[in-house]
């Protein structure tokens, strides 16, 4: 089935350090590509997202591109804030198929990101 | 910005009792999911509902569960007996379309303990 895979945390870095979070999927046909994130006390919320091969999403500085060869959808971020201390999740949406047309997300497990002054 | 909302924010109960988690999804979303994480694991899809029924449910989501959009506004989630593996952090979410490119936007989460 498709699955999603991230790298563990936590991942403890300075500020304007460079960060990856790496993220790499199992799935059939063309999922869409998400990236959550979730500050302290606070709901999961959509970072960016790719939904075809090739796409880059951007949003606040972070950016990852949807690459189809490496089945990967990696997160960067060239220069790191205190208030970017969070937990981030990589997810997929399936291809809509005739079982499945209602858009549920598959999350990877989530990466703690601790930025120190 | 309208924003979804999760109510209680954490939630104790004894093993055996039932608990109803409650979501306000954002007003002219049609599309409502239960999302759950079990400490340290993945975040989990429970189940999503629209037109008021169930339009698809994981294995987790058995006879134990329920789910309701009981007036205009509120989607809830029941567990009829609640066992120490349902402690959690469930997530409520809502989409104004179920298709591949669209997002679904999440509460802040309800946190159940069970004892």
């Known amino acids: 089935g498709d699955s999603v895979t991230q790298m563990e945390g936590p991942v403890t870095l300075s500020e304007e350090a460079f960060l990856t979070i790496n993220c790499t999927y199992t799935?059939?046909?063309?999922?869409?590509l998400f990236w959550y994130v979730q500050y302290p006390g606070e709901g999961l919320q959509l970072l960016l997202k790719?939904?075809?091969?090739?796409d880059k999403g951007s949003n606040k500085g972070f950016e990852a591109t949807y690459r189809k060869e490496t089945t990967s959808f990696h997160l960067e971020k060239g220069s790191v804030q205190v208030s970017d201390s969070a937990v981030y999740f990589c997810a997929l949406k399936p291809p809509p198929s005739t079982t499945d047309s209602w858009g549920k997300l598959q999350f990877g497990a989530g990466t703690q990101v601790v930025v120190t002054p | 910005e309208p924003e979804v909302t999760q109510t209680p924010s954490h939630q104790v109960t004894q093993m055996g009792q039932e608990v109803i988690l409650r979501c306000v999804p954002i007003?002219?979303?049609?599309?409502f999911y239960w999302y759950r994480q079990i400490l340290g694991q993945k975040v989990e899809f429970l189940v999503s509902?629209?037109?008021?029924?169930?339009?698809?449910k994981s294995e987790i989501f058995d006879d134990q569960f329920s789910v309701e959009r009981p007036d205009g506004s509120n989607f809830t989630l029941k567990i009829r007996s609640t066992k120490l593996e349902d402690s959690a952090m469930y997530f409520c979410?809502?989409?104004?379309?179920?298709?591949?490119?669209?997002?679904?936007?999440f509460g802040p989460g309800t946190r159940l303990t069970v004892t």
């Open positions: 007003s002219n979303h049609l599309y």
């Open positions: 979410a809502s989409s104004d379309r179920p298709g591949r490119t669209y997002e679904q936007y």
């Open positions: 799935a059939t046909g063309y999922p869409s």
């Open positions: 790719a939904t075809k091969a090739d």
């Open positions: 509902f629209y037109n008021n029924e169930i339009s698809e």
